[in-house]
């Protein structure tokens, strides 16, 4: 498997306009997460799905910022309009809910992230 | 809310040597889990171990290995024959038995000396 998938790798705008951030999970994988990575704030968690579905969306920093998930094989974080606070690491993450025996599989495998700059 | 802390910013390490990272949480649960992962420059999250709060005993991999200490909240890494390739942020995470979301520490940046 080619792992979770991110575009674009590195993306500079311009304040103001619309970004769109894309996400290909672990096929299979049944919880996709986006996280937002900054020197101040470190690891906060964005909005994660299940099945497709947005479950909870309360890291979510502003209107400004929305993400669907349409299939299990595409994920979208859109900030609308940016702004130069808004630069920072953006990663997606995949995990499979999966029980065997006592031990749940939990483990979240991380793309490797898509670096922002709003100037 | 769960919380974690890493109260060590930065640690530096002799190659060959022992390190341990430090990492605390804050629960009120019984179930959940706990995970170490390495960011190196590349800024690729990797998972270093896990541990199973139900589980006494502490997990190891290879040159990693964890001293899980749940009356006090503590999980802290130890890691042993420090490499040069063993540089890098590293996270300590708790995820609920009840949610799907990891909950992140700070980091703590290990710098090995050749």
């Known amino acids: 498997d080619a792992g979770v998938i991110q575009s674009p790798r590195h993306e500079v705008t311009e304040m103001g306009q619309e970004v769109t951030l894309r996400c290909k999970p672990i096929s299979g994988h049944d919880y996709l997460f986006w996280y937002r990575q900054t020197m101040m704030r470190g690891l906060e968690l964005l909005i994660y799905?299940?099945?497709?579905?947005?479950?909870?969306d309360s890291g979510m920093p502003e209107d400004r910022f929305s993400a669907k998930m349409p299939n299990a094989s595409f994920s979208t974080l859109k900030i609308q309009p940016s702004e130069p606070r808004d630069s920072a690491v953006y990663f997606c993450?995949?995990?499979?809910?999966?029980?065997?025996?006592?031990?749940?599989?939990?483990?979240?495998?991380f793309g490797q992230g898509t670096r922002l700059t709003v100037v | 809310a769960q919380t974690v802390t890493q109260s060590q910013p930065e640690m530096s390490v002799q190659e060959a040597e022992t390190v341990t990272l430090s990492c605390t949480y804050d629960?009120?649960?019984?179930?959940?889990?706990l995970f170490w992962y390495k960011q190196p420059p590349s800024r690729q999250m990797i998972l270093v171990i896990r541990q199973e709060a139900y589980k006494q005993q502490n997990a190891t991999e290879n040159r990693f290995s964890v001293n899980f200490q749940k009356a006090a909240k503590s999980f802290s890494l130890k890691i042993s024959d420090s490499q040069l390739g063993d540089a890098a942020m590293y996270f300590c995470a708790y995820r609920s038995e009840y949610g799907n979301k990891l909950v992140f520490g700070a980091g703590t940046i290990l710098r090995v000396k050749s």
């Open positions: 993450a995949s995990s499979l809910y999966h029980i065997q025996g006592r031990s749940m599989n939990t483990e979240a495998f």
């Open positions: 799905f299940n099945n497709n579905v947005p479950i909870d």
């Open positions: 629960t009120s649960e019984s179930d959940y889990y």
